[in-house]
């Protein structure tokens, strides 16, 4: 079974306050042109994405330039609804293992495309990034828009150890049953600091 994790892109697609909005249109029509295309600006940081540590470090590597299998591995849930700071629990140390991609469930993912999804999400404490950190993970992934917010701590604790984070997940209560689950976050083969992504969880065989 394969379950979609991403927000489709579509035209007016939401994005993070301040950033240039997304904008799909058929370019051509067959009745007309005797063929269709389609045109899109988008941001890299809008929708479903992967943020990489030259989003916000001083570097000049892009996301492409990580291993593919950085961006592929099993999954490990970490249901944290309700909670507006998400922090550090002892029983991570025996959820979260060396080399997994994590996913935060929030439910904030529900207020995706209102106003109050961009405004008071949930946070990520210093002690679970260090738990992460710890555990050398390939990735972490929530259904919000950031991990923090500014000054942005979390981003740079992360990235200071090459973790990149996958934000506005959306779907994951679809992962609740599942007792093993693989996450495959593809972003475009793009020179770029972070990338729009499709991102599914598949289950084991």
């Excluded at 009745?31 to 994405?49: C, E, F, K, V, W």
């Excluded at 540590?53 to 849930?77: A, Q, R, V």
Aim: glycine share 8%; net charge negative.
């Amino acid at each position: 079974m394969i379950i979609d994790l991403t927000h489709p892109i579509r035209d007016g697609l939401p994005v993070y306050p301040g950033d240039l909005q997304t904008q799909l249109a058929r370019s051509t029509e067959f009745s007309r042109d005797g063929y269709n295309n389609h045109l899109l600006t988008i941001n890299m940081h809008s929708g479903t994405h992967i943020d990489g540590h030259m989003h916000m470090t001083d570097c000049t590597e892009y996301l492409n330039g990580y291993p593919l299998s950085t961006f592929i591995g099993e999954g490990c849930l970490l249901d944290v609804r309700g909670a507006g700071v998400i922090g550090y629990k002892p029983e991570y140390e025996q959820l979260v293992r060396e080399g997994q991609i994590v996913i935060l469930y929030t439910g904030h993912g529900d207020l995706f495309g209102e106003p109050a999804y961009f405004a008071d999400f949930p946070v990520l404490t210093p002690e679970l990034a260090e738990l992460l950190i710890r555990k050398k993970i390939k990735m972490v992934g929530m259904d919000t828009p950031s991990p923090d917010r500014h000054p942005f701590d979390i981003h740079r604790m992360l990235f200071s150890c090459r973790i990149p984070i996958i934000e506005n997940l959306t779907n994951l209560a679809a992962l609740l049953p599942l007792s093993r689950f693989e996450v495959i976050a593809l972003p475009l083969n793009i020179n770029a600091d972070s990338s729009i992504a499709r991102v599914v969880a598949r289950t084991f065989q």
